[in-house]
């Protein structure tokens, strides 16, 4: 980015006594704040005093209400402008050098071009406002090789967010400059400066939105927006867009991945990595509790997997994000106690959500009593009778995830699990067995590359439309599909072919022919689990179907399930003529990837035809 060089003299001091050693971050620090002409800087040190701070700050500038203490200690509601409730998949942008380098999935833009906009739109776009240093690192800071950033932001909201997802502040600092190591710089604006005595609003934003990755140079770019995913660079922007293309280059996955420890009566553990699609049921698996008796469980991470071959051949996982910031609504007492009982321990954020009279918060499936009277999201009053969700479909929790009674001490081996099984589920009314298991490891990248669901609030747009979400990886992947599915082809040559994972489909959302769900999910799920194991270990039956293994009538333990056998067969039934229209689908996805698709792939869906034809 070019500098200004009418920068703000305070903010110019403010960097000169910044007393970083890394002269790569004081130049760019010294860069942005001659852009973006901050009325200061603070560069975070991560303690709790400072957030402290800041938490105070913002209740006392009306973007925080602070909750009671007694039911949600030290914790925050915030609320957004309407207009800046999701991620923004349309103004997305993968600037690749080569526009055949971003793919049919993204939005490409010249990058000299790009730069030319975003010069533009972060001159000034700081005035008024204090800019705020990050420096963090995703995965463990004692890893062989930790992947840092540091994300310069307006927002304080994003500041206190940040301390929560990720290993941020002064210790990060002090290692990033002793080892004069790579840094992704990722910089920030809610596109919302401030004239002076103008007053501010409680979510400042801007109706032009820009989210831009630069992938050759690892670069991160982010205005207009103070949401989330739009906002804590570290997560999708960073841990998926930017460390999929850094995961290519050096020859490891970045996945959007829920990693869960299973153990069974035996006491013999297991590890499972799965993709699902956002507000598919992702943070209600990694935080499953199992309903057979003798099973455990243990989460080490509901959302992003950087999976490398270890020295043996085998697949290993860590989860590189400090916290959750999961989907509320739907996360509830009776569906995910584990994810409860971690927020209720407080240290939390939480946006877009509901708030009780008594000074709590509430969404839709939080209880299964629904409150007599709330204020929801939009700081209106509300009644079971309004007609309207109390909270946004899309609203957040951020909360550490050293709180979750259920973590895994594995969460902090810099060296990660060995993954067991991988799988990855989405959201069909049909079609789609409960469970299938692949053939082999290329079909089971088959099985992931032509992945779909039906949409959900987790992004702007129509709901309910069946879309192909490779991977669940369709609004995360960095660079080309067809490379990005070569990659995970080409990588398993690296892989001990007797300890790859077994790969399943899942679909926890299949209906009956009278419209109710199959199955009922949730701790259920163990039993689904149960039978992944006994594939893995050779004990499970299973009925081979055109695509693939389903569980063999009585295989699945039901015990104590009251679930009827018509209920379990629709379940798991695979319909041709459903089949007929999916595979017209899956021929219709693959045209859109033309020569990137790998011929392997093009040879699964051939034979899967030819099976269904026999």
Same mark, same amino acid.
């Given at each position: 980015?070019?500098?200004?060089?009418?920068?703000?003299?305070?903010?110019?001091?403010?960097?000169?006594?910044?007393?970083?050693?890394?002269?790569?971050?004081?130049?760019?620090?010294?860069?942005?704040?001659?852009?973006?002409?901050?009325?200061?800087?603070?560069?975070?040190?991560?303690?709790?005093?400072?957030?402290?701070?800041?938490?105070?700050?913002?209740?006392?500038?009306?973007?925080?209400?602070?909750?009671?203490?007694?039911?949600?200690?030290?914790?925050?509601?915030?609320?957004? +402008?309407?207009?800046?409730?999701?991620?923004?998949?349309?103004?997305?942008?993968?600037?690749?050098?080569?526009?055949?380098?971003?793919?049919?999935?993204?939005?490409?833009?010249?990058?000299?071009?790009?730069?030319?906009?975003?010069?533009?739109?972060?001159?000034?776009?700081?005035?008024?406002?204090?800019?705020?240093?990050?420096?963090?690192?995703?995965?463990?800071?004692?890893?062989?090789?930790?992947?840092?950033?540091?994300?310069?932001?307006?927002?304080?909201?994003?500041?206190?967010?940040?301390?929560?997802?990720?290993?941020?502040?002064?210790?990060?600092?002090?290692?990033?400059?002793?080892?004069?190591?790579?840094?992704?710089?990722?910089?920030?604006?809610?596109?919302?400066?401030?004239?002076?005595?103008?007053?501010?609003?409680?979510?400042?934003?801007?109706?032009?939105?820009?989210?831009?990755?630069?992938?050759?140079?690892?670069?991160?770019?982010?205005?207009?927006?103070?949401?989330?995913?739009?906002?804590?660079?570290?997560?999708?922007?960073?841990?998926?867009?930017?460390?999929?293309?850094?995961?290519?280059?050096?020859?490891?996955?970045?996945?959007?991945?829920?990693?869960?420890?299973?153990?069974?009566?035996?006491?013999?553990?297991?590890?499972?990595?799965?993709?699902?699609?956002?507000?598919?049921?992702?943070?209600?698996?990694?935080?499953?509790?199992?309903?057979?008796?003798?099973?455990?469980?243990?989460?080490?991470?509901?959302?992003?997997?950087?999976?490398? =071959?270890?020295?043996?051949?085998?697949?290993?996982?860590?989860?590189?994000?400090?916290?959750?910031?999961?989907?509320?609504?739907?996360?509830?007492?009776?569906?995910?106690?584990?994810?409860?009982?971690?927020?209720?321990?407080?240290?939390?954020? =939480?946006?877009?959500?509901?708030?009780?009279?008594?000074?709590?918060?509430?969404?839709?499936?939080?209880? +299964?009593?629904?409150?007599?009277?709330?204020?929801?999201?939009?700081?209106?009053?509300?009644?079971?009778?309004?007609?309207?969700?109390?909270?946004?479909?899309?609203?957040?929790?951020?909360?550490?995830?050293?709180?979750? +009674?259920?973590?895994?001490?594995?969460?902090?081996?810099?060296?990660?699990?060995?993954?067991?099984?991988?799988?990855?589920?989405?959201?069909?009314?049909?079609?789609?067995?409960?469970?299938?298991?692949?053939?082999?490891?290329?079909?089971?990248?088959?099985?992931?590359?032509?992945?779909?669901?039906?949409?959900?609030?987790?992004?702007?747009?129509?709901?309910?439309?069946?879309?192909?979400?490779?991977?669940?990886?369709?609004?995360?992947?960095?660079?080309?599909?067809?490379?990005?599915?070569?990659?995970?082809?080409?990588?398993?040559?690296?892989?001990?072919?007797?300890?790859?994972?077994?790969?399943?489909?899942?679909?926890? =959302?299949?209906?009956?022919?009278?419209?109710?769900?199959?199955?009922?999910?949730?701790?259920?799920?163990?039993?689904?689990?149960?039978?992944?194991?006994?594939?893995?270990?050779?004990?499970?039956?299973?009925?081979?179907?055109?695509?693939?293994?389903?569980?063999?009538?009585?295989?699945?333990?039901?015990?104590?399930?009251?679930?009827?056998?018509?209920?379990?067969? +629709?379940?798991?039934?695979?319909?041709?003529?459903?089949?007929?229209?999916?595979?017209?689908?899956?021929?219709?996805?693959?045209?859109? =990837?033309?020569?990137?698709?790998?011929?392997?792939?093009?040879?699964?869906?051939?034979?899967?035809?030819?099976?269904?034809?026999?």
């Amino acid at each position: 980015m070019k500098g200004n060089p009418m920068g703000n003299a305070a903010a110019q001091q403010s960097v000169e006594q910044a007393m970083t050693t890394h002269e790569g971050l004081a130049a760019w620090v010294d860069g942005v704040a001659a852009l973006t002409l901050p009325h200061n800087i603070h560069w975070v040190d991560g303690s709790a005093q400072e957030y402290a701070r800041l938490t105070d700050q913002l209740v006392d500038e009306g973007t925080f209400t602070r909750l009671n203490p007694e039911l949600f200690p030290n914790s925050f509601a915030a609320f957004s +402008d309407p207009v800046d409730v999701a991620r923004v998949e349309d103004r997305t942008f993968i600037c690749s050098e080569n526009e055949r380098d971003a793919g049919f999935t993204n939005n490409w833009m010249d990058p000299v071009a790009m730069k030319e906009i975003l010069n533009e739109k972060f001159a000034g776009s700081m005035r008024g406002r204090t800019m705020y240093v990050i420096p963090f690192v995703m995965g463990p800071l004692d890893a062989k090789d930790p992947k840092f950033g540091v994300e310069i932001t307006d927002s304080a909201y994003v500041v206190a967010s940040m301390r929560i997802m990720a290993n941020i502040g002064k210790e990060v600092l002090a290692q990033l400059e002793a080892s004069k190591a790579f840094f992704v710089p990722a910089l920030h604006s809610v596109g919302a400066p401030l004239e002076a005595g103008q007053k501010d609003v409680a979510w400042p934003c801007n109706p032009e939105k820009w989210i831009v990755h630069f992938p050759e140079e690892r670069s991160i770019f982010s205005f207009g927006s103070g949401y989330g995913g739009n906002a804590l660079l570290g997560k999708k922007c960073f841990a998926l867009r930017i460390a999929s293309v850094m995961a290519r280059d050096e020859g490891w996955l970045a996945e959007h991945m829920l990693i869960l420890k299973l153990t069974s009566p035996e006491r013999k553990s297991y590890h499972v990595a799965a993709a699902f699609p956002s507000a598919c049921g992702k943070t209600n698996l990694a935080l499953l509790q199992p309903t057979i008796p003798g099973w455990t469980t243990e989460t080490l991470g509901d959302d992003i997997n950087w999976m490398r =071959f270890g020295k043996e051949g085998e697949l290993r996982a860590v989860n590189p994000e400090a916290g959750l910031f999961g989907v509320a609504p739907g996360t509830g007492w009776s569906t995910n106690p584990n994810a409860m009982a971690a927020i209720v321990k407080g240290n939390s954020i =939480f946006t877009n959500v509901a708030l009780t009279d008594d000074g709590g918060v509430w969404w839709e499936g939080m209880t +299964d009593e629904v409150p007599a009277h709330l204020t929801d999201w939009q700081g209106q009053d509300w009644t079971p009778g309004s007609g309207r969700p109390a909270a946004h479909p899309n609203s957040r929790f951020c909360t550490p995830i050293d709180q979750v +009674d259920m973590l895994s001490q594995d969460y902090y081996s810099p060296d990660g699990v060995e993954i067991n099984a991988i799988l990855f589920g989405g959201r069909r009314k049909t079609t789609v067995p409960l469970i299938t298991e692949a053939r082999d490891w290329t079909h089971g990248i088959f099985m992931g590359s032509t992945l779909s669901s039906e949409t959900t609030a987790a992004a702007t747009g129509a709901v309910g439309v069946v879309r192909r979400d490779p991977m669940a990886m369709l609004p995360f992947m960095g660079y080309d599909a067809g490379d990005y599915l070569k990659h995970w082809i080409e990588l398993s040559g690296a892989a001990n072919a007797e300890r790859l994972p077994k790969i399943f489909l899942v679909n926890w =959302f299949r209906r009956t022919s009278a419209g109710g769900f199959a199955w009922p999910g949730f701790g259920e799920n163990s039993r689904v689990l149960k039978w992944v194991v006994e594939r893995i270990e050779g004990t499970a039956t299973a009925v081979e179907t055109p695509i693939g293994f389903v569980p063999e009538a009585g295989s699945l333990d039901l015990t104590g399930l009251d679930v009827s056998m018509a209920d379990i067969e +629709d379940a798991l039934k695979v319909v041709p003529q459903e089949w007929a229209a999916e595979l017209e689908g899956i021929e219709q996805w693959y045209a859109r =990837f033309g020569d990137s698709l790998p011929g392997e792939l093009a040879a699964e869906l051939e034979d899967l035809k030819a099976r269904f034809a026999a």
